[in-house]
């Protein structure tokens, strides 16, 4: 797999002591080249800090470590036994919870700890349905969580795409779960965590928060915080929050004890350290007040973007959006999602197709998390909006709006070549 040559050479770190594996070698360069050359609009993906990638690919990659600081299975441990402390300090002051579990490898991985700590087999759980926007292991029958729990979906109302809370409480009435959860993976509105409790409540059940996606905008104080409603708290260290891929989990003190024991012994063995010392590295970075900044510019550049492909003749779901992510339905421009995530990927313009409210046909999801962080901002995302109508109108133009998104892209290096981090402005 060849390099393009018209982008700058990818970073070193990327090939560092693989010159005697080119297959391997190569596949990363040309990652590298795809990343820097196209726009990356898949709103769970972003660019992690050069000071995340380190913590990755350090000497914590090579240390077992089953347990927790102070309580290992094995021995060494001091070190990363400090770096576990400082990733839990670390979360539990970033969003201000008596208790953070960083171990957990993924969002499903939390998600999976989190049923295991509260419920037992055959338990009833109130979720988003998955036609609406649910996660997989929100009780999807090929998950665990399908398999090992019973649950009642929850939708949105048809025509405006807004969860319809009443609706909510009368099937937490009638079904009596043990648990409802919230989070979503294509909701684009904040979520009411105050209506969710108070269902909750009613209903005798406890509340799980997945907030996988809003969980770097509530870091950046750019969307609300679940954490004082929810009995637990779970989500992933990757998408907006822009640590590296993994879980983590935050609940209070009365939980904690039941939260970690379900994430080690009862579902994950090792914990991975050097993940959890770059997720300690991100929390830090997320600190910042221009992380606050960027979550801000995060929200301002989705808005937009709804507004743009609005314009353009597209159906914004709920009418736009509160957050990083935005669905969008093409079919007023008489092309169905799959055709148009296909032409939008050869011109250069990466995202996923969704499900839609209000019909069986799917419509496309985008976010503007990655974009962000290369620095992009309003008038950027009116450019994208106008390449991304162009694209999926015609098949003439996906080669000139490839040379277009090409141009665009490079002014704005997805960062990895410098060890300043440009969101946070922190240096390795
Ligand atoms: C709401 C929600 N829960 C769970 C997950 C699972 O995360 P992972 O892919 O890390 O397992 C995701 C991932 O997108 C998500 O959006």
Redesign the pocket.
């Known amino acids: 797999m060849a390099l393009s040559m018209d982008v700058e050479p990818p970073d070193a770190l990327a090939t560092r002591g693989l010159a005697g594996d080119p297959e391997i070698a190569d596949i990363l360069l040309g990652e590298a080249a795809r990343q820097a050359e196209s726009l990356q609009l898949i709103a769970?993906e972003n660019f992690v800090s050069p000071a995340v990638l380190t913590a990755l690919g350090s000497s914590l990659a090579n240390k077992y470590a089953e347990g927790y600081p102070g309580s290992r299975h094995h021995g060494g441990c001091e070190l990363v036994d400090a770096a576990e402390r400082l990733t839990i300090d670390r979360a539990e002051r970033l969003f201000e919870a008596e208790h953070a579990n960083v171990q957990p490898h993924?969002?499903?991985?939390a998600?999976l700890a989190t049923y295991a700590a509260l419920l037992r087999p055959g338990d009833t759980v109130l979720a988003m349905g998955l036609p609406y926007g649910g996660?997989l292991?929100h009780g999807s029958p090929v998950n665990f969580s399908g398999r090992w729990f019973t649950f009642v979906g929850y939708g949105v109302d048809a025509e405006s795409g807004l969860i319809d809370y009443e609706q909510v409480r009368e099937l937490a009435r009638t079904h009596r779960p043990k648990a409802v959860v919230c989070?979503?993976?294509a909701y684009p509105r904040h979520i009411d965590y105050a209506a969710f409790r108070d269902i909750a409540d009613e209903a005798g059940a406890y509340l799980i928060a997945?907030a996988?996606?809003p969980m770097g905008l509530v870091a950046g104080g750019a969307a609300p915080s679940p954490v004082p409603y929810a009995d637990v708290v779970c989500a992933?260290t990757?998408?907006v929050l822009r640590g590296p891929?993994g879980?983590m989990i935050l609940c209070g003190e009365e939980l904690a004890e039941r939260v970690d024991r379900a994430v080690f012994p009862f579902s994950q063995g090792g914990a991975q350290m050097n993940a959890i010392a770059a997720k300690a590295v991100a929390f830090r970075e997320a600190s910042t007040p221009a992380f606050t900044a960027y979550a801000h510019q995060v929200v301002a550049n989705a808005r937009t973007l709804a507004e743009g492909l609005a314009a353009e003749g597209l159906t914004v779901t709920t009418g736009g959006t509160d957050t990083h992510l935005l669905t969008v339905d093409p079919t007023p421009l008489r092309i169905d999602a799959a055709t148009a995530r296909g032409r939008l990927g050869a011109a250069g313009l990466v995202l996923d197709t969704c499900a839609l409210p209000w019909s069986d046909a799917r419509g496309l999801r985008l976010g503007s998390a990655a974009v962000t962080t290369q620095g992009m901002g309003e008038k950027e995302m009116d450019l994208i909006a106008g390449l991304f109508a162009s694209a999926i109108r015609g098949a003439d133009a996906e080669r000139r709006v490839r040379d277009e998104v090409r141009d665009l892209v490079r002014g704005f290096p997805p960062g990895g070549v410098t060890p300043t981090d440009p969101v946070s402005g922190l240096t390795v």
């Open positions: 769970a993924s969002g499903s991985s998600v996660h292991t989070g979503s993976i997945d996988a996606h992933t990757h998408k891929r879980g």
